[in-house]
């Protein structure tokens, strides 16, 4: 779960949830999936190559934080970024449209 201004818990299933839904196209869900499939390849894309091939948008990057201020459920996609990306994710819905740039004061718990 997102705590502004820095600090994410990750549902404890959020790699499960990212393989088994489907989401539509155009939400962070779908860029959160398609990262994760990247990720998780035969021969995996690096965390960087794969955040930057994603190309996020800030707007998107701010819909995911959102989301995921809700406790997790199991009907909503609460706490599904992938804590290797928050701080890139983090930096993203603060405006840096710099794939290297990572939000120093990021939280993960």
Request: hydrophobic share 40%; no cysteine; proline share 12%.
């Amino acid at each position: 779960m997102f705590i502004p201004p820095n600090r994410y818990a990750p549902r404890p299933a959020w790699a499960q949830v990212l393989t088994s839904i489907g989401p539509k196209m155009h939400t962070p869900e779908f860029d959160l999936v398609a990262y994760w499939q990247w990720r998780t390849l035969p021969t995996p894309r690096p965390i960087d190559q794969a955040w930057a091939d994603l190309r996020m948008t800030v707007e998107t990057a701010k819909k995911a934080l959102a989301m995921s201020t809700r406790e997790p459920d199991a009907v909503n996609m609460s706490s599904i970024i992938p804590p290797e990306i928050f701080s890139r994710l983090l930096a993203r819905a603060r405006g840096s449209t710099n794939p290297s740039e990572i939000a120093d004061d990021a939280v993960l718990e």
